[in-house]
């Protein structure tokens, strides 16, 4: 329960610096997608389910923000998580550069997701060239910034050592 309380508060946090610091920091106006980002970390660690919900939530707080249908990110953010946290065992013990090189594709994942369902469901403006430009780079930009949520989200999230009985264990390595 203080976990899912350390998680909740951690996404409000991460929407305040999306939404009020991070469009001031624009590059090649884009912004990367904190929420996308930290639920790729929470599934590459903690497996599908923590990430996805993670994931939809923060995609829902994101959607809140826009101007296109309200679930789009909350689907694309958790969806893509989900099929991180699918290949978790791949990444058992990854290099420093697997983390980035993830969240960077996570973001062209994400992205696509979001353009291909918004272009379903009547949001043919998404569906452009210039959306290629846009998941690009802000899928390089989500490289770049999971340098510092990847360990930012694994300490949020980490369970109490000192900690017993059922709740004690979530995820795999140590707890």
Avoid: K
């Avoid at 884009?30 to 389910?49: F, I, N, Q, S, T």
């Avoid at 923590?50 to 694309?76: I, K, N, R, V, W």
């Avoid at 065992?89 to 550069?97: E, M, S």
Wanted: aromatic share 12%; hydrophobic share 60%; with cysteine.
């Amino acid at each position: 329960m203080i976990r899912a309380a350390r998680l909740g508060l951690y996404l409000i946090l991460l929407v305040i610096v999306q939404t009020a610091l991070l469009p001031h920091l624009r590059v090649f106006d884009v912004v990367p997608d904190l929420g996308l980002v930290a639920a790729v970390a929470l599934a590459e660690r903690y497996g599908p389910e923590t990430g996805a919900t993670f994931g939809f939530f923060a995609g829902l707080a994101a959607d809140a923000f826009l101007q296109t249908p309200l679930g789009l990110s909350a689907f694309a953010f958790g969806f893509t998580a989900y099929l991180v946290g699918m290949m978790q065992n791949a990444f058992a013990r990854p290099a420093w550069w697997v983390r980035p090189v993830l969240a960077a594709a996570a973001g062209v994942v994400a992205g696509a997701c979001f353009v291909g369902l918004g272009a379903l469901v009547g949001q043919g403006q998404l569906w452009a060239l210039r959306s290629v430009r846009t998941i690009l780079l802000a899928a390089a930009y989500d490289g770049v910034v999971a340098i510092v949520l990847f360990p930012l989200t694994d300490f949020v999230a980490r369970t109490d050592p000192r900690a017993t009985g059922p709740f004690r264990a979530s995820g795999y390595g140590p707890a």
